[in-house]
């Protein structure tokens, strides 16, 4: 029968401890100066060597051939200990040994001698689950225990635990695993066991681990059996649920360069898939994380636990971005982290969190603001806008003709434009859904829009004036309006128009002269964005 390697491979002495020295070195002093305490309190996450340590130190306390102050785990007190057949070392498991009748049975057996060793050890795994009354009960024993008794307290959650239990102990914190420690035992195991195992793939483990080896263990186990005694980076990707280091660069740098369209297609691939929403977010985290990491630190190695030509595409891809911008996405990642433990549709909060964070127009945060701050200015400098003159004959009240020059700005395809492009097909679907199957047939005939002034404009080809006439009942509007609302989080007035009277719709601004007209435009919108600016900085000061 197969033995789980987290059980086969748990630590036998103190020096198989990974990852806890600063512990392991004060047990050791405290049995060579024999000044060992009688009541400890070790407390850390899940698998990082609580009750392995607990045990090591019961041992080691009790030997009869003890070497390096390490169990010989040889004589006959370390072999009874080891196979649970002596009556000096107890284990209780407190979460179902959690009544006041419990812990007095265990003062009643206190008062008895140890049998074969020089101290008995009691072990309560999970304290924290002992009632009110069962602490107390406990706490009169550990106020005046007997010389040869000794506690040790096990928890995850020490703050669940009385201060009158906590001043009684001696409290040992055990450290999350590192990264590095994790790969170097699970490389050891993989060459003990005869197994070939790419460094990528235990990286990933271990990174998925949050630092308890127990789980990478039990990962590792998966993965073995899952590759057929081979430890492939791919199958283990497969296993996590994870995404593959390549797709989030890729992902990434279309939420960097800030394509929507793009972005949501990588998260519907995903989806397609099989992945899990909340995990791809909590990569996503991780993954920006590491690129801030990337712009404001030269010393990565213990602070992005990757491989090296890993962190070489971090700091490369960080260059594209600015610290503002990551700070503007990892907090709407981290609240959408939050939101998604309750959402009933993942799904659609994910897609909203991709047009978030790559549309800053979607986020009314500082951050955000900067970003399109930022965004008008580059447009401004790469000439996308433009000013068109045209003249138009003018009537004057002494019957003269004259021309009048009038401005027309025009602009590149707007943000607004790309943003109801890509959301067009999430649209129809709701309209579909909403069973409003002649507006949904008519809408699918669309091939354009516009956007001016926050009304957006439906454009139809001219053959289509019975479409125009359909929909431009104001119910129909109205009822465009709100799934539009719905589906982008933002509000556009809506209008139906042939593509003919586009011209009509575009923004003219009445000037003297094209150069003046240009002039006073940027002169305006450069003033805007000073009064901006400004406005932050007070708001920051």
Not at 425 to 442: F, R
């Amino acid at each position: 029968m197969h033995k789980a390697l987290y059980r086969a491979y748990r630590p036998q002495t103190f020096k198989d401890v990974v990852g806890q020295e600063h512990i392991i070195r004060t047990l050791k002093n405290q049995i060579d100066n024999d000044n060992i305490g009688h009541a400890y309190l070790f407390s850390g996450t899940r698998g990082t060597g609580k009750t392995s340590t607990a045990k090591i130190f019961a041992r080691a306390v009790n030997c009869l051939n003890s070497v390096n102050l390490e169990p010989c785990n040889e004589c006959e007190v370390c072999k009874d200990i080891l196979n649970d057949s002596i009556m000096d070392v107890v284990e209780i498991d407190a979460a179902s040994n959690n009544s006041v009748d419990d812990i007095r049975e265990l003062r009643e057996n206190v008062k008895y001698s140890p049998t074969k060793s020089k101290y008995k050890v009691y072990i309560i795994d999970e304290v924290h689950m002992l009632s009110q009354g069962a602490f107390n009960a406990l706490l009169k024993t550990l106020e005046e225990p007997p010389s040869y008794i000794i506690f040790i307290l096990a928890t995850t959650e020490p703050h669940k635990i009385p201060a009158t239990i906590l001043s009684r102990c001696q409290r040992f914190d055990f450290k999350r695993v590192t990264v590095k420690d994790m790969m170097l035992r699970m490389k050891n195991i993989c060459e003990e066991e005869e197994i070939e195992a790419e460094d990528k793939a235990l990286n990933l483990i271990a990174r998925n681990s949050q630092g308890a080896l127990r789980d990478a263990l039990s990962i590792l186990d998966q993965c073995i059996s899952f590759g057929d005694n081979k430890v492939l980076y791919k199958d283990a990707v497969e296993l996590l649920g994870t995404v593959n280091v390549e797709q989030l660069f890729k992902m990434s740098q279309n939420i960097i360069d800030q394509n929507t369209k793009e972005s949501l297609q990588d998260l519907n691939e995903f989806v397609i898939w099989g992945k899990d929403i909340k995990q791809l977010i909590n990569d996503l985290i991780d993954h920006f994380r590491n690129l801030m990491v990337c712009k404001v630190s030269n010393e990565l190695d213990e602070i992005i636990s990757l491989p090296e030509e890993i962190i070489d595409k971090f700091k490369l891809q960080s260059k594209k971005v600015d610290t503002n911008d990551l700070i503007r996405i990892l907090n709407i990642l981290s609240v959408t982290q939050d939101t998604m433990k309750t959402a009933s549709n993942p799904r659609v909060l994910a897609e909203v969190t991709m047009m978030k964070i790559a549309q800053p127009m979607f986020d009314e945060s500082k951050e955000a603001l900067i970003k399109r701050i930022e965004n008008l200015e580059k447009v401004i400098e790469s000439g996308s806008i433009k000013i068109v003159s045209s003249k138009e004959e003018v009537i004057t009240a002494d019957n003269n003709t004259i021309e009048q020059e009038e401005v027309i700005y025009e602009e590149v395809k707007s943000e607004d434009v790309k943003l109801i492009e890509a959301s067009w097909k999430n649209i129809l679907q709701k309209i579909k859904k909403d069973k409003k199957m002649p507006i949904y047939a008519l809408l699918s005939e669309v091939r354009s829009f516009n956007v001016h002034a926050n009304m957006l404009y439906i454009v139809f080809d001219d053959n289509f004036s019975f479409a125009k006439s359909k929909l431009s009942s104001v119910d129909t509007i109205q009822y465009i309006e709100n799934v539009v609302r719905e589906i982008l989080n933002r509000s556009f007035s809506i209008k139906i128009v042939l593509k003919s009277e586009v011209n009509n719709i575009e923004l003219e601004i009445k000037e003297e002269s094209k150069d003046k007209g240009e002039e006073i435009l940027k002169n305006i919108v450069s003033e805007t964005i000073l009064e901006i600016k400004d406005s932050i900085h007070e708001n920051q000061e």
